[in-house]
């Protein structure tokens, strides 16, 4: 369980904002990978195509963790397009198990040429989660395509860093396998000013709400690591589970910085025969009760993420400010 902001600073403009999306079925699974709600990619076989605004000077952010790494590489791990015609990727050079090497790859027209030298490269290794920021700037001469991992650069090239064009509108988010190991994605940002300044903040629960119908308490789900072990259950429809979380850090709520979404996540599994059919997000701000339509779910003993986004504080109507975030309350009701 966990509440979610996406915001930026006045300076900055937000090209493809934040994506919220996520798939979870039993051929494509990100339970190995829960602190977020993630979209997962599979090589070849499920590759995710953003667009944003064409910039041929922008910042690619996303938080990633790659189950496994094998000899099927596919297309690669991020790549760079305008329109449907390829211009940059980030591909492993090497073909076997273990840590990926990753170079840049220019497409020329008809193939793809490594960019840079012998020494321009790093390693991606599986099982970790890494915050994951590129900056690209496209030009035959002076171009520049700089890689930070957990906020350190990892890999920084100049000179030409095009493709047949000198600008980008979508990049493809792909797998490392074909197999139902695969690319975890979320928190994904593209923008065409300062990255960097942007941010998406998780939080999860701290204290009780107004709520409490589920059996169990707040502490079985106030953990960043999702576990099964650990959860909140009802077997009646209408009950409602409401949390506190801990107030924004770092001065946010001083700054100019603006909110563009809230969302309230969660992973809950229906086991067979349960009463309820379906839940619905819900959040109390400004000591009324809001809710989202229902989100059906499956009885099959299985668990699913699940996710609502308020785009506007539903009390207000406006943008949710750090004030709204800071007194909010955020659970779920069984329908």
Request: with cysteine; aromatic share 12%; net charge negative.
């Amino acid at each position: 369980m966990s509440v979610s902001l996406g915001w930026e600073p006045d300076c900055f403009e937000l090209a493809v904002g934040s994506t919220w999306d996520t798939r979870t079925t039993s051929t494509y699974r990100d339970t190995t990978y829960t602190p977020n709600l993630c979209l997962v990619a599979h090589s070849g076989t499920r590759e995710y195509s953003l667009a944003f605004t064409s910039a041929s000077n922008f910042w690619f952010r996303g938080y990633i963790r790659i189950d496994a790494i094998n000899s099927t590489l596919g297309n690669g791990l991020v790549i760079f397009r305008n329109g449907t015609t390829n211009q940059l990727r980030l591909r492993p050079e090497n073909v076997t198990d273990g840590p990926a090497k990753m170079r840049l790859y220019r497409w020329n027209g008809s193939s793809w040429d490594i960019v840079g030298g012998d020494n321009d490269y790093f390693y991606l290794a599986a099982g970790s989660a890494y915050t994951f920021v590129i900056h690209v700037q496209m030009h035959a001469t002076t171009g520049t395509f700089r890689v930070y991992l957990n906020q350190t650069i990892v890999l920084d090239i100049t000179g030409n860093v095009t493709g047949p064009s000198t600008s980008c509108d979508n990049v493809v988010l792909g797998g490392m396998r074909t197999d139902n190991n695969q690319a975890n994605w979320s928190q994904i940002a593209v923008a065409d000013f300062c990255l960097i300044a942007s941010n998406v903040a998780n939080y999860s629960p701290t204290a009780a709400g107004t709520y409490s119908e589920f059996s169990g308490a707040y502490t079985a789900l106030d953990e960043a690591d999702y576990s099964l072990a650990d959860s909140v259950d009802t077997n009646s429809s209408g009950d409602r589970f409401t949390f506190n979380f801990a107030n924004t850090t770092g001065g946010q709520s001083g700054s100019s910085r603006v909110i563009r979404a809230m969302q309230v996540a969660a992973r809950i599994e229906l086991d067979a025969g349960s009463v309820p059919t379906a839940v619905r997000a819900m959040v109390r701000t400004g000591s009324n009760d809001y809710e989202s339509g229902s989100i059906p779910l499956t009885a099959d003993d299985v668990d699913r993420s699940i996710k609502y986004t308020w785009e506007l504080n539903p009390n207000t109507a406006a943008l949710w400010t750090f004030g709204n975030i800071d007194s909010l309350e955020a659970g779920f009701k069984s329908v």
